[in-house]
């Protein structure tokens, strides 16, 4: 079984069937398979809707015998980009790590700096908002930094919608 898992985030599990012998030395996973294990775990590890469209593998790696786990390395661009990722798969204490390239597809902002937002707090059942000025571009679900008009002071809040962030508690 191949299990999916992020850093941050947890991700779907895929099940990679294997024969009686391949479980006593160990499994080859081809470039293909390998291909797809590390497109999932990178769109689980990136945020703000990006995804992996193009994974570019070195080849098929040697694994241990044994469940295997796959957790990616990668930093979500700003934009559409080719990105370097590394792909750790991981058996029991044993890991093997692949260096890869993979096309990132991301959507565009629903901010731009100078935006006019709202800044929404929450703790428990009490909400308040305030008026504010984003002073980043940002996606759904990514942190930025906007200004509450009203004191002036500088906050770091996630992007809700197009003119909504919340600040986190």
Do not use: F, H, K, Y
Not at 106 to 111: A, E, I, K, Q, R
């Amino acid at each position: 079984m191949i299990r999916v898992l992020t850093l941050l985030v947890a991700a779907a599990v895929a099940t990679v069937p294997a024969a009686a012998s391949e479980a006593r030395r160990g499994r080859r996973i081809g470039r293909t398979e390998l291909a797809r294990i590390s497109q999932e775990a990178i769109d689980a590890a990136l945020e703000a809707g990006c995804r992996a469209e193009r994974v570019r593998v070195p080849g098929a790696v040697s694994v241990p015998a044994g469940e295997v786990e796959a957790a990616a390395i990668v930093r979500t661009p700003a934009r559409d980009a080719d990105v370097a990722a590394t792909v750790v798969l991981r058996v029991g204490e044993e890991e093997v790590r692949v260096a890869l390239r993979a096309d990132v597809v991301c959507p565009p902002p629903v901010l731009e700096s100078g935006d006019r937002v709202r800044i929404v707090a929450r703790a428990g059942p009490v909400v308040a908002s305030a008026p504010g000025i984003a002073a980043q571009a940002g996606r759904i679900g990514e942190t930025i930094r906007v200004t509450n008009t009203a004191t002036r002071t500088s906050v770091v809040a996630r992007v809700v919608d197009a003119g909504t962030v919340e600040v986190e508690m």
